[in-house]
């Protein structure tokens, strides 16, 4: 989750919550946690979906970890796609609605649930 960042939250994330935890998913902030939390957590992750730096926790996961990133319109960030690429992760993102920041600066995110349902399809996931 981002819900305590400035930017790229996810404006309908209690939807996008229910639909992940429903499919076993967990949500974790991992700007809360310590860093050997998020050692343990992505060590074991076999599928991490989300936006933003959080992301790179991938660098802690197993080799086969499926990563699904949340694209912004305007702001593609092709990082953690190469980063995914380089550790041999099975990448997979789609784009999301730009909505306007509140409090100016980069936009926030509404994540349209039919597309994150057909990316995990896609990646041979069944939601």
């Known amino acids: 989750s ?9 404006v309908n994330e209690p939807e996008v919550e229910r639909f992940l935890a429903g499919h076993g998913f967990e949500t974790v902030t991992p700007g ?3 860093f050997r939390a ?9 599928v991490i979906v989300g936006t933003g730096a959080g992301l790179f926790n991938m660098v802690f996961s197993p080799p086969g970890t499926k990563i699904l990133q949340f694209q912004e ?3 593609i960030v092709h990082a953690l796609w ?3 690429a380089a550790m041999g992760f099975d ?3 789609f784009l999301c609605e ?6 100016g600066g980069l936009a926030d995110i509404r994540v349209p649930v039919h597309k994150l349902a057909e990316s995990l399809w ?6």
């Open 2 to 10: 981002r819900r305590l960042d400035g930017h790229w939250r996810t």
């Open 32 to 34: 809360t946690m310590s």
């Open 38 to 46: 998020q050692i343990e957590l992505f060590g074991q992750a076999e």
């Open 73 to 75: 319109r305007g702001h």
């Open 82 to 84: 190469t980063a995914a």
């Open 91 to 93: 990448y997979h993102y």
């Open 98 to 103: 730009r909505v306007p920041n509140p409090n």
């Open 122 to 127: 896609a990646m041979g996931l069944r939601p």
